[in-house]
């Protein structure tokens, strides 16, 4: 069974480039041209190992299928190499950070049930309650009335449940997806 190109995805890029060790930085290989991310084309490692396939290309974002996993990543996280476009890191370093990622994902899903507290990501502040969980993600009680949001929001730190914002960040979203639905 395929697992979607959720949250999972967009965790392992924001390090790829330091993935690579010194040595492969040092060369700075060629970025991957465009045309040769495409759906269907295969993926490889710094090293030439195939590590999966291209599933989907939006915007400057590219889905990986790896191994029935997806894995997100911007476009420029690829480089040119001989057998097409790589990856900026050994395969066993890509497999690792999916497999962290969706250990991640699974206690993220076992904390977020109703009555878990909900802070922010300094862990400063408590932003809400989770009174229930819908298909689009958490509803939340908080200060500014119920606002549900998506799985992908949250994350678990070491005080528990939290979102990955900072709690004016927080305040401003809801107060500005309040003022949208008002207005539209």
Known sequence: MHKSFGPIAALFLASAIPL???A???QAPAPAPAAS?????????QNGEEVGQIAKVSGDRVAVSIDGN???VPKNA?????KGPALKAPKEKIVAVLRQAEADAAAVDGALKPGAEVRSADGAAVLGKVTAMASQGAVLATSEGNITMPRAAFFLSERGLAMKVNEKQFLAGVRAARAQKKGG
Do not use: H, I, T
């Open 70 to 72: 997806g894995l997100v």
């Open 20 to 22: 690579a060790g010194p």
């Open 78 to 82: 690829f480089v040119k190499s001989a």
């Open 24 to 26: 492969a930085q040092a």
């Open 37 to 45: 991310l495409v759906v269907g084309a295969k993926v490889y490692d």
